[in-house]
């Protein structure tokens, strides 16, 4: 049985067909997976509700404040092959963003009942666990939806109560500055 080849022009096309699927899986490998966009201003609101949760469920004292109390934004990385050109290079369109707290003084009692209040409603809310025991007792879930974190530990050495809402690195806007960011502030009462 002979084969029959297709016409030249088949022929043409298929190889341009192929031409242009190696040039997307080359890119692919050397890019990466693209970082997501995120909106800055919607990163550090959902921190902020959740930092602000946590130290309301810490049931500290009235008038106790954290030490700290600003959204971070932190490096990112190139992805793919290309990260191998670009070691320790973070890169300035893509941030990841956290918010820490913390009161030192805390009974090992208080800081129980506090992550236990947290740790039921992040829960109950569809948070996974994702580790337990970071410090003398902590722990850390993450948001399936967001990938976004909670962290809370406690210290014993120190009594220091520790509490890191993170979000998860993603390309931002154009003209993002974070060190002229006025949102980046929080304080657990406003």
């Known amino acids: 049985m002979r084969l029959c080849r297709p016409p030249r022009p088949v022929r043409r096309a298929l190889l341009a067909t192929a031409a242009a699927g190696l040039a997307v899986l080359a890119a692919a490998v050397w890019f990466g997976r693209p970082y997501p966009a995120v909106d800055p201003e919607a990163a550090a609101a959902r921190l902020k509700t959740e ?28 992805r793919g092959l ?41 829960a109950a809310a569809g948070w996974r666990l994702t580790s337990e025991n970071v410090s003398d007792r902590g722990f850390r879930f993450e948001d399936p939806a967001s990938g976004d974190t909670v962290s809370v530990d406690w210290y014993e050495p120190t009594g220091t109560y520790e509490v890191r809402a993170y979000a998860p690195c993603g390309r931002v806007p154009d003209g993002f500055d974070a060190y002229a960011w006025p949102s980046a502030e929080w304080h657990p009462e406003r």
Do not use: K, M, N
Not at 52 to 78: F, I, N, Q
């Open 51 to 78: 930092a602000g949760r946590a130290y309301d469920e810490a049931g500290l004292p009235p008038g106790t404040a954290p030490l700290a109390g600003r959204v971070e934004t932190g490096s990112c990385y190139h």
């Open 82 to 122: 290309r990260s191998l050109a670009h070691i320790d290079e973070s890169r300035r369109d893509v941030h990841s963003f956290v918010l820490r707290w913390e009161v030192r003084g805390v009974s090992a009692a208080a800081a129980g009942a506090g992550q236990d209040r947290t740790r039921a409603r992040l």
